[in-house]
């Protein structure tokens, strides 16, 4: 091959660009990526994994590593005021729980052994569809591919001034990585089975609600749910007497999350008109923050990072490959969103026996067969 290398310039460090960039880098590209933080670090605690981002993984090497510190829960339980709803063991659908450090720390690994040059305190302040790169301190680059991975606040796709749709749900979330205290929960409640993800819901007479998911032998999960106009229930750090007064038998784990300083996030989902204007794509939050109800905003940044690297190294054309590729992958994304925001606003998960149908449908994609779209004979 006579060929030039083609490059890639790649905004933001979190699980949407270090995606990409393994795999572009793997498919034969240069690449260098930009993080605006001083040093490449996950915020935030847990996280599950299904089969589109456990398949992409797999795909860019990094699945044995992930594999070796994260678990298979037996079941997912949904309880309602302690009644429960419902245990789906979930069987022939591939999932993983997990710590986010685990899967950032995973994927910094893969990238570093593809080769991506990774550069941390830059920050990038926009882009043109022809390809030029603009950073904070005055210096510009030219791609054959920009992408804007750079989160719910991307500073690419608003350089591109692509319209955006922003509605916020009346809940959120503040997210806790604790010790297990396997034998002390256990104590508690003997005939709970402390290994599966746990939905504590309390809707009477309060809105409140644990969602608790061990994440491997050592550490747990927590994420406490409340309405964002409950001032106690959302106040960080969590407010110890209210959160155990309503679920007593998780007392020692909250007793440890209450010792965090936390940080409450208001759920929102954001939906972008375009999500590739000329050689720039947006993937991850970036182009689709969505709530976290089916866990699939890791997911589906990484399905999306790695279905663009694959259209973008078969291309001819950049822009047209580009485009080409929002319309076979954006649906995938747009059902987990709606479907995600659904369940955000009406508090449908409470009820249980959740995981079927289109719930599952993005979770179980595979977004590295090659023959995904082929419209069957
Ligand atoms: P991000 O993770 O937001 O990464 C964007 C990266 O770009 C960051 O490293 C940021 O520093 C960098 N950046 C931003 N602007 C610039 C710039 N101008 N130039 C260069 N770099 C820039 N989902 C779950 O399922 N479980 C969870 O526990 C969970 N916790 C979360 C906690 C936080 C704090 C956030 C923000 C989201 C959380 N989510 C969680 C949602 C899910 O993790 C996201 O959908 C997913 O992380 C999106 O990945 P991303 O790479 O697109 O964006
Ligand atoms: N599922 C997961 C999760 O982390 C959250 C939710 C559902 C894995 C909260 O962050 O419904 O809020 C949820």
Redesign the pocket.
């Known amino acids: 091959m006579t060929e030039r290398r083609r490059h890639a310039e790649i905004s933001g460090g979190g699980f949407a660009g270090l995606t990409a960039a393994t795999a572009l880098a793997q498919m034969g590209w240069s690449v260098r990526l930009h993080e605006r933080s001083p040093e490449l670090r996950a915020e935030g605690a ?3 994994l299904w089969n589109n981002s456990l398949q992409v993984l797999d795909k860019i090497k990094a699945g044995p590593d992930l594999m070796s510190n994260s678990m298979t829960p037996p079941a997912y339980e949904t309880r309602m005021n302690n009644v429960i709803q419902s245990q789906e063991t979930l069987d022939g659908i591939r999932w993983r729980t997990l710590t986010r450090p685990h899967l950032h720390q995973t994927l910094l690994v893969a990238a570093r052994e593809a080769g991506v040059e990774i550069i941390s305190g830059s920050e990038v302040t926009g882009a043109t569809a022809d390809g030029t790169i603009s950073f904070a301190n005055g210096e510009t680059a030219e791609a054959d591919l920009i992408i804007g991975a750079d989160g719910v606040g991307s500073a690419v796709r608003d350089s591109l001034g692509i319209p955006l749709e922003r509605q916020r749900s009346r809940d959120g ?1 503040t ?1 806790f990585l604790v010790p297990r205290r396997k034998a002390e929960l256990q104590a508690l409640e003997p005939d709970t089975e402390w290994d599966n993800v746990i939905d504590f819901w309390n809707l009477e007479p309060r809105v409140l609600r644990v ?1 608790y ?1 061990p994440a491997n032998d050592q550490e747990l999960y927590i ?1 406490l ?1 409340a309405p964002a106009a409950d001032a106690q229930g959302s106040r960080v750090p969590i407010d110890l007497d209210l959160w155990t007064s309503v679920f007593p038998q998780l007392a020692p784990v909250l007793a440890d999350a209450a010792k965090i300083p936390g940080r409450y996030y208001g759920y929102q989902t954001t939906r972008l008109d375009h999500w590739t204007e000329g050689k720039v794509a947006l993937i991850g939050d970036a182009a689709h923050a969505m709530c ?2 089916l ?1 699939q905003g890791a997911g589906c940044a990484m399905q999306n990072a790695w279905t663009l690297a694959a259209a973008a190294t078969e291309a001819a054309s950049i822009p047209e490959a580009l485009q080409e590729w929002e319309r076979l992958e954006r649906p995938l994304t747009d059902l987990a969103q709606d479907r995600s925001q659904w369940y ?1 606003d009406t508090r449908e ?1 409470a009820k249980g026996n959740q995981f079927q149908g289109e719930t599952v449908t993005t979770a179980l994609y595979n977004p590295t067969d090659p023959h995904r779209h082929e419209v069957p004979a």
Do not use: F, K
Request: charged share 5%; net charge positive.
């Open positions: 847990g996280i599950v979330i997210r969602l998911t994420a749910m976290p109800a866990a955000a998960m």
